[in-house]
């Protein structure tokens, strides 16, 4: 995988920071080899440095490995802290889910396959750990079932509507990310992400957001009409690129977040 220099100084950044918690990382390896970087990224992911784990996630986006199981990891710790439980028990569920995690990313997403793994993993661990390990996985399932279960919604999108609609529709979102903007374009969509990050959401799910906002941003462009009338036109025609409800009501939630930021960027011009 070939880096930009900004994602090199930012690997580069994540191996010096990582060091200190889990020792040496080779870049060049990390961008090579895929199951070395998960292997990486896991154990960075379950260090106890919140500005390593924020680099983690960042990393794992861009050399889109592990980005469902990591996203996994922080959602169910973050679940056990709000649970109030012990730290010694997080601090097991983190050696355990260290584990467990290493064999996930080569693990299909759906019930047998798990099942195969979690139970491949019990063989090897000793007759005490067992019963602990097997509530973890249990309940770690349903996070990394869901997360994987969002990424093929929205990396995976169907359209319906005219053969012509539905050409234009997934041509403009496989393409998305190498469409140009313009400053006054740019502008409300690093609002709108740099707010989502303020507030917590993961950076998987950041991304999700900048891409419908970016379809979004180019429906817009060259419309007629006043800023409201043609928001809810483009609402409308984009939405047909969402074929399941749950892909939809996401579409609109981040439709109506990312209206604020448009919407008084246009007033300010």
């Not at 919407?263 to 300010?268: A, M, P, R, S, T």
Request: proline share 1%; with cysteine; charged share 25%.
């Amino acid at each position: 995988m070939t880096l930009n220099n900004q994602n090199l100084i930012a690997l580069s950044k994540f191996a010096m920071k990582a060091k200190r918690h889990i020792g040496l990382v080779m870049t060049q390896e990390m961008t090579h080899d895929r199951q070395y970087a998960s292997s990486i990224l896991i154990k960075a992911t379950l260090a106890d440095d919140h500005e390593l784990v924020d680099m983690t996630r960042k990393i794992s986006v861009e050399l889109d490995v592990g980005v469902e199981v990591i996203a996994a990891i922080e959602s169910y710790l973050n679940s056990l802290v709000a649970k109030g439980v012990s730290n010694k028990c997080i601090v097991d569920s983190k050696h355990f889910l260290g584990k467990l995690a290493q064999s996930l990313p080569d693990t299909h997403a759906d019930g047998a396959s798990y099942r195969q793994t979690v139970e491949a993993l019990i063989q090897e661990l000793d007759v005490e750990e067992r019963r602990f390990c097997i509530s973890l996985a249990r309940e770690f399932y349903v996070f990394w079932i869901r997360e994987n279960s969002l990424a093929d919604e929205f990396y995976n999108v169907q359209v319906f509507e005219s053969e012509t609609q539905k050409e234009e529709l997934m041509a403009l979102w496989n393409n998305i990310e190498q469409e140009f903007f313009s400053d006054t374009e740019s502008l409300p969509l690093n609002m709108y992400i740099n707010s989502m990050r303020k507030i917590g959401v993961s950076e998987r799910d950041v991304n999700i957001r900048r891409k419908i906002a970016k379809v979004l941003i180019v429906a817009l462009r060259n419309k007629l009409g006043s800023a409201e009338e043609t928001y809810r036109d483009a609402i409308n025609k984009t939405q047909h690129l969402f074929l399941w409800q749950d892909q939809k009501e996401f579409f609109l939630i981040v439709s109506r977040e990312f209206h604020h930021f448009w919407l008084g960027n246009i007033q300010k011009h």
